[in-house]
């Protein structure tokens, strides 16, 4: 799978991960290879992203946007 994480001065995150668990606003939820498509809002918490080295990146958000297509993640934060 291929995440970008980004804040609207710069790109935080780029690259190949094997997960990715988000704070949505109904509750936390995590994506690994071919999840389904999704589109979802980001509530305040921990971004946690294990990449294709099993190396953990976290990030806090205030909130945000995800889209999730075809094992290509977009998520759009307000800042980190």
Same mark, same amino acid.
């Given at each position: 799978?291929f995440?970008? #994480? =980004?804040t %609207? !001065?710069e790109? =935080?995150?780029e690259?190949? =991960?094997?997960? #990715?668990?988000? %704070?949505?606003?109904? +509750?936390?939820?995590?994506?690994?290879?071919?999840?389904?498509p999704i &589109? $979802?809002? @980001?509530?305040e +918490?921990?971004i946690? &992203?294990? !990449?294709k *080295?099993n190396?953990e990146h976290?990030?806090q958000t +205030?909130?945000g #946007? @995800?889209e *999730?297509r075809? *094992?290509k993640?977009?998520i @759009?934060?307000e $800042?980190?």
């Open positions: 799978m995440l970008e #994480v =980004i %609207p !001065d790109k =935080i995150f690259g190949e =991960i094997k997960s #990715v668990k988000i %704070p949505g606003t109904k +509750g936390s939820f995590e994506i690994l290879k071919n999840h389904a &589109i $979802s809002t @980001l509530g +918490g921990t946690r &992203i294990i !990449d *080295n190396k976290r990030f +205030g909130g #946007v @995800l *999730n075809e *094992n993640i977009i @759009l934060i $800042s980190a």
